[in-house]
């Protein structure tokens, strides 16, 4: 068969899974792979209903697909995108769309867009998110660029795209390579979130002796109440797993050595950048290359063995505490993500609407949360809102829960256990309300050394000073 409704190249694991949950939309698609073996297994996992067709040739693949073409990219980011581009270039033809679907940088999209653009090849950049089972049965989508490229595939990427209350889980966001910024964005408050989860586990398990089943009962409780969330869902169900061979909980058997692909880093390079402040995101990238050095942390831990401890309180209060503190926490790295998109919209004239992200991300994506709606009502209020800290229903909850945060990161100091990303999502929090920072001392020692001049509070004009007596 010809004229197929849909093309996707790279059948890993999200091509794969996306091209099926395609078919089973009632769409024929057609995928191309280097692996002929990938290419070849891909109709064997579709049923008699679906038409779906893999191929390891280029040409076959781009004349499969009926025009104007839509394909989809699902190759690791970087130079395969590239390189993918390049083999389908000679058979493409005016008004083919090409949708990069997967985690590429997002100026890597806007230097597509061009080069494509110069052929009349419509280039937009797709976020996915969800994993395998998010591409299989309903993912997140996130795209941005050329709009009405986006409107000639939505019949298609509402189908496939997770519901939540009968809406789909995606939208089309903002000009350029809004997309890839916003899945970028997305997975930095991935990282933050992950290893919040992971501090929780840590300061439990090795400063008060809690076992995996207190701990994957607590994570349960927790996926029950105001923090449900998928990280929080999957975390439980990581704790009671057991190792096939050992029977021992398997993730005590994982090494503790952090992998990265790089968009958390990506988020934190650009933030810096753009001076969108993500403090718990860059300490959770610190955190993943701190890791690495598991030679070195294994010496220093026998030069600094630190014995203290903090005063004694039950699991009960423990628990309850980490609850709030957990909210607290999760609250302000989202806090710090939207910012840096709110900000990002303006630089790189994006014109996002926070709202529609929000709503988008409530269902299919890995940091899906039942807190995703209160930040869409938040930016429905308001859509001009700079920062969620300033939502007064989300204030009030941080409020009730400060407490409990501050409590919670003294206890990792006393132990010494790195609690990273509690410190920082509670610094940023206490930054951003502090009416006045020492930044007037900063300002004078940078004009003391530099003469690099400083404003002051109570006259308009730009001031040196020659400092020494
Ligand atoms: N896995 C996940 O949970 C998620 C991944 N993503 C992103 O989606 C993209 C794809 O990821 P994923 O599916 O996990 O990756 P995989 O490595 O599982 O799959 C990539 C596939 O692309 C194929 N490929 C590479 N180069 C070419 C080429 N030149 N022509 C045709 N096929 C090619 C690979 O073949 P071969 O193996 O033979 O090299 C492989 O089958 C990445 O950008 C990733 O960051 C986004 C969201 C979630
Ligand atoms: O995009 C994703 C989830 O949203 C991918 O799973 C990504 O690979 C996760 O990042 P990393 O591999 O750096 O942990």
Known sequence: MKDFDFGIVGLGVMGRNLLLNMADHGFSVAGLDLDAEKAASLESEADDKHTVKGTTNAKEFVQLIKKPRAIMLLVPA?????????????????????????????????????????????????????????????????????????????????????????????????????????????NGIEYAIMQLIAETYDVLKRGFEFEDDELQNMFASWNESELQS?????????????????????????????????????????????????????????????????????????????????????????????????????????????????????????GLNLEEVTKIWRGGCIIRAAVLEDFRKAYKANPKLPNLLLDENLASKLNVHQKAMRSVVKIGIDKGIPMAVYGTALTYFDAYRSETLPTNLIQAQRDYFGAHKYERIDKEGIFHTEWEE
């Open 78 to 186: 970087g130079k395969p995108v590239d390189a993918v581009i390049k083999s389908l270039l000679p058979y493409l033809e005016e008004g083919d769309i090409v949708v990069d679907g997967g985690n590429s940088y997002f100026e890597d999209t806007n230097r597509r867009v061009d080069e494509l653009a110069a052929q009349n090849i419509h280039y937009f950049g797709m976020g996915i998110s969800g994993g395998e089972k998010g591409a299989r049965f309903g993912p997140s989508m996130m795209p941005g660029g050329d709009e009405n490229s986006y409107e000639r595939l939505r019949p298609i990427f509402e189908a496939i795209a997770a519901k939540v209350n009968g809406e789909p889980c995606v939208t089309y966001l903002g000009r350029g390579s809004a997309g890839n910024y916003v899945k970028m964005v997305h």
């Open 230 to 350: 998928y990280l929080i869902e999957i975390t439980a169900a990581i704790l009671k797993k057991d190792d096939e061979i050992t029977g021992k909980r398997l993730v005590g058997l994982i090494s503790d050595t952090a992998k990265a692909k790089g968009t958390g880093k990506w988020t934190s390079q650009n933030a810096m950048e753009i001076q969108a402040p993500v403090p718990s995101i860059d300490l959770a990238v610190n955190m993943r290359d701190i890791s690495k050095y598991k030679e070195e942390r294994t010496q220093a831990s026998k030069t600094y063995a630190w014995h203290g401890d903090s005063e004694n309180i039950s699991k009960e209060s423990l628990m309850a505490n980490f609850k709030d503190a957990f909210y607290f926490g999760m609250l302000s790295i989202y806090a710090q993500g939207m910012a840096q998109l709110t900000i990002a919209s303006k630089e790189f004239d994006y």
